[in-house]
């Protein structure tokens, strides 16, 4: 395969903008994340200290997870028939 074959457009000044104000959203976005991450993790630390607490925690997050991932298919309608 010949790289200089491939057709790519050029950024222009017209897609600075859109540019800017994606990495500005996504700014924001990151830093509520790390915000929420912080917290829960505060909480972890403060509730969830003993190990049978951790591995509750942990079946808890798998069945939810599980359950989540399994009826998913069934109610946004994408139903798999062969």
Do not use: D, H, Q
Not at 9 to 25: D, R, V
């Amino acid at each position: 395969m010949r790289y200089s074959s491939i057709l790519s457009a050029t950024p222009t000044f017209e897609s600075l903008p859109a540019a800017l104000i994606i990495g500005c959203f996504s700014g924001l976005f990151s830093s509520g994340f790390i915000v929420c991450n912080t917290y829960i993790n505060m909480f972890r630390n403060e509730f969830f200290t003993g190990s049978v607490m951790k591995v509750i925690e942990v079946t808890l997050i798998s069945i939810v997870t599980t359950t989540f991932f399994y009826w998913l298919p069934y109610f946004s309608g994408a139903l798999c028939y062969e």
